[in-house]
Nanobody, 115 residues
């Protein structure tokens, strides 16, 4: 059994910053990719960023230069530092951890950016 829990969402003004954290726990041998998706209101879920166990990263074009993903393999955690936030970043952010041939998901954390 693997659990994934996010934290760090909230309300912030446009131009501000937030840091999301995510921890995976349970029966874990090795996590492959960890990352973040988001679902804006009324829209489909979209990839924000992911990071492999080796540290390679990939970002959605909409967040490049503003968001930074990082992870601690020893602690099975991943973080998303978000800066220069825009109202269009408002969404529920979901963390995932890839292991045992599937993704394990958190329940999501709300990020609201006011204009």
């Amino acid at each position: 059994q693997v659990q994934v829990v996010e934290s760090g969402g909230g309300l912030v003004q446009a131009g501000g910053s937030l840091r999301l954290s995510c921890a995976a726990s349970g029966s874990i041998h090795r996590i492959n990719a960890m990352g973040w998706y988001r679902q804006p209101p009324g829209k489909q879920q979209e990839l924000v960023a992911y990071i492999t166990s080796g540290g390679s990263t990939n970002y959605a074009d909409s967040v490049k230069g503003r968001f930074t993903i990082s992870r601690d393999n020893a602690k099975n955690t991943v973080a998303l530092q978000m800066s220069s936030l825009k109202p269009e970043d408002t969404a529920v952010y979901y963390c995932y951890a890839g292991l045992y041939g599937r993704e394990y998901w958190g329940h999501g954390t709300q990020v609201t950016v006011s204009s």
